[in-house]
């Protein structure tokens, strides 16, 4: 209960807490703020890794919760920006498609090959950081009028490195399911 107490995890949690009114925001056409919702949830992002190096007060349960607070609000935010007509529902499904991808491939490398670490790759984390910078501009162009053709160079650009990353990890996630033994 102590580490779910830090200020690092308790910033990770705020990030969990905020995306439900993110969602309402966007659902209602509330958009600037929704804008500044997300900036705020931006910023808690930034800050728990901050606060736990500067403080000494990294944990495991940190470890997990935050790439979770960061895939829980993301997939929150793609799956509103088709409902509400932001995004094409095709970049909705390869974005949230791809971390389901993720997650059954890590759950099958644990379950029959006793794997533990699926460890981020640099186009995952090029993929993540498109998909949060397509966010941005998406929430951007609702609630400040940001052009269209922006909009559309993020959303091609997020299709075209999260594809990327989906076939770079299905790739690294079956070389390791076909080379590691219990």
Same mark, same amino acid.
Not at 132 to 141: E, G, K
């Given at each position: 209960?102590?580490?779910? /107490?830090?200020?690092? =995890?308790?910033?990770? #949690?705020? @990030?969990?807490?905020? &995306? ?6 966007l ?12 900036? %705020?949830?931006?910023? &808690? $992002? ?8 500067l ?10 919760? $935050?790439?979770?607070? $960061?895939?829980?609000?993301? &997939?929150?935010?793609?799956? #509103?920006?088709?409902?509400?007509? /932001? ?11 791809? $971390? ?18 699926f460890p ?11 998909q ?6 998406? %929430?951007? @162009? #609702? ?6 053709? %922006?909009? =559309?160079i ?5 299709? #075209? ?10 790739? @690294? ?5 076909t080379?590691?033994?219990?």
């Amino acid at each position: 209960m102590r580490a779910l /107490l830090s200020p690092p =995890n308790l910033l990770t #949690c705020a @990030r969990f807490a905020l &995306t439900p009114f993110i969602v309402l925001s966007l659902m209602d056409d509330q958009c600037v703020a929704a804008f500044w919702l997300s900036v %705020i949830a931006g910023s &808690t $992002d930034a800050a728990d890794g901050y606060v736990a190096r500067l403080w000494g007060q990294a944990t495991q349960l940190g470890a997990y919760l $935050d790439p979770i607070a $960061d895939k829980v609000l993301l &997939t929150a935010l793609y799956l #509103c920006f088709g409902v509400v007509e /932001l995004a094409p529902w095709w970049l909705v499904w390869l974005v949230v498609g791809r $971390d389901v991808m993720i997650l059954s491939l890590a759950g099958m490398g644990f379950l029959w090959k006793g794997i533990r670490e699926f460890p981020p790759s640099i186009w995952g984390k090029l993929s993540t950081l498109m998909q949060i910078a397509a966010a941005v501009v998406l %929430i951007s @162009r #609702c609630a400040y009028g940001v052009s269209p053709t %922006i909009a =559309n160079i993020f959303i091609y650009g997020t299709a #075209c490195s999260t594809a990327w990353s989906g076939l770079h990890y299905l790739l @690294r996630a079956l070389s390791a399911l076909t080379s590691v033994s219990r």
